[in-house]
């Protein structure tokens, strides 16, 4: 496996139920099927859903395209992941901001948008399906993927 200069994401959403859960498995699947290796997680500003899995809708979609995140528990960030990972990656302009409010002194991961990897998608933002039906679930996906795709193309 192509290793990848031992970049690491952390993808992050408000509750890490949907969004950001479904960006780490599309970038994990993007990074296999590529060959390279990085370390990825995701993890959410808010305290919520700590401990829980994602939303069924969310593990629905990502069985859909054939893989599994039921056991995945959702986690809040925490001051080490700014030194652990050195990408995080936010899923809107409300978490970002929260993101590089909460960054240490002594962090050192780059801090962005994940939409910004992918073309013409710079600034935008992944909506949040939470409130809406299975539809918008598949519609982050579309999203995530795009975006994982454009991720690991970066890196070869």
Request: charged share 25%; aromatic share 6%; net charge negative.
């Amino acid at each position: 496996m192509q290793t990848s200069e031992n970049r690491s994401f952390l993808l992050v959403c408000l509750g890490n139920i949907c969004r950001s859960p479904l960006a780490e498995a599309a970038l994990r699947d993007a990074a296999a099927r590529a060959g390279v290796a990085i370390d990825v997680d995701s993890a959410g500003t808010g305290a919520w859903h700590v401990g829980h899995p994602p939303d069924p809708r969310a593990q629905a979609v990502a069985l859909a395209h054939g893989i599994d995140i039921a056991g995945y528990r959702a986690r809040q960030v925490e001051a080490a992941d700014y030194r652990r990972f050195t990408d995080i990656l936010a899923l809107d302009r409300d978490n970002l901001a929260e993101v590089q409010r909460r960054a240490p002194k002594d962090a050192t991961a780059r801090i962005g948008l994940l939409m910004d990897a992918v073309p013409g998608r710079k600034g935008q933002a992944v909506a949040d399906p939470y409130y809406g039906d299975a539809a918008g679930f598949e519609g982050t996906w579309v999203e995530v993927s795009a975006a994982a795709e454009a991720i690991v193309a970066g890196l070869r």
